[in-house]
């Protein structure tokens, strides 16, 4: 199954000036962090950033939470590259359970044509 994953969550502050812009950003330094975490992790850094931001209001630029996003397998973290929603062309055996046409792709190991 196709599932949509966000990976480089960061927060990017634009400031008002395009000339003078900062970058916050989330590393990953112990091991990686789930999705969930990771965005809770940014929009905690977006609010602080904000909140100091209200002071000088005038001043404010915009403060986002973004990421990455791409399509993957959700049984074996494989990129997702078929057109298909269900199918991603057997990149593991419980993908290869939605194959449409088991008999006729792809031809794996052992089998005989
Ligand atoms: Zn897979």
Known sequence: ??????RNFRVIVWPRNPSDFGI?????LAGP???AEERRICEKIARKIN?????????RGDVRVVSDAAPECSNC?????EKSETYNGGCCAE?????PNPDTE???????A
């Open 77 to 81: 973290n494989s990129k997702w590259t």
């Open 51 to 59: 909140r100091h931001l209200s002071f000088s209001e005038d001043d």
């Open 106 to 112: 792809p031809d794996g190991p052992g089998r005989v």
């Open 33 to 35: 962090r789930s999705e």
């Open 95 to 99: 993908d290869e359970k939605a194959n």
């Open 24 to 28: 916050a950003s989330v590393g990953n």
């Open 1 to 6: 199954m196709r599932v949509m994953k966000h």
